[in-house]
């Protein structure tokens, strides 16, 4: 990013980046925007092996949790006042809890919030980093991460506002790993191997 698109970046409004989200996504479905820590980030749509691994967690979640959904498509309003914009690859939270609250949904009553790494420059910053503060801000009880780079499964939990998430639990993959409360689902990630570049 330009030191002139990052000086427009911190000036920008969430209602103006909303628009720009918007239109951005009209006029070109294969990259998603996000808002987080005062600057836009750019998610480009993933390769099939990324697709693979969310749609065995969805399968996971659903045998384990049917009254649940994992949505890969809800956008998120993060960070402790709800100013950032987050699309995280999964959002656990009870079925049709997000009827009728738009591109951008308030966090509360959302379970878990799912990322899995990308083979791209800003993977580092934007999953291991600011995506856990801002989910732990918004009191998002659960935040998983797939790490393709590492060969892991990081449970992040325990949220507070000021720490980020106070336990991260790493099991390297191939691993048994249990989600805590309230998600209470346990996951065998053999099978996840098939799904590693």
Request: with cysteine.
């Amino acid at each position: 990013m330009t030191v002139m698109a990052e000086r427009a970046s911190s000036q920008l409004s969430v209602d103006m980046f909303e628009r720009i989200a918007e239109f951005a996504e009209r006029e070109d479905e294969t990259v998603r925007f996000e808002f987080i820590d005062g600057r836009i980030g750019l998610r480009k749509v993933t390769n099939g092996n990324h697709g693979a691994i969310t749609m065995w967690l969805i399968r996971q979640c659903m045998r384990a949790r049917p009254e649940l959904d994992l949505n890969p498509l809800q956008g998120l309003k993060v960070e402790a006042y709800r100013q950032g914009r987050a699309r995280p690859d999964g959002v656990l939270a009870p079925v049709d809890h997000f009827v009728g609250q738009g591109d951008w949904a308030d966090p509360h009553g959302v379970l878990m919030a799912v990322e899995i790494t990308s083979y791209d420059s800003d993977t580092h910053n934007r999953d291991r980093v600011e995506k856990p503060r801002a989910y732990a801000e918004a009191g998002i009880p659960v935040y998983l991460l797939i790490d393709r780079d590492n060969l892991t499964v990081l449970v992040h939990s325990d949220p507070d506002l000021e720490d980020g998430y106070r336990d991260i639990h790493v099991v390297r993959l191939g691993g048994k790993v249990t989600l805590p409360d309230p998600v209470g689902i346990d996951l065998d990630t053999e099978e996840l191997k098939l799904y590693f570049d």
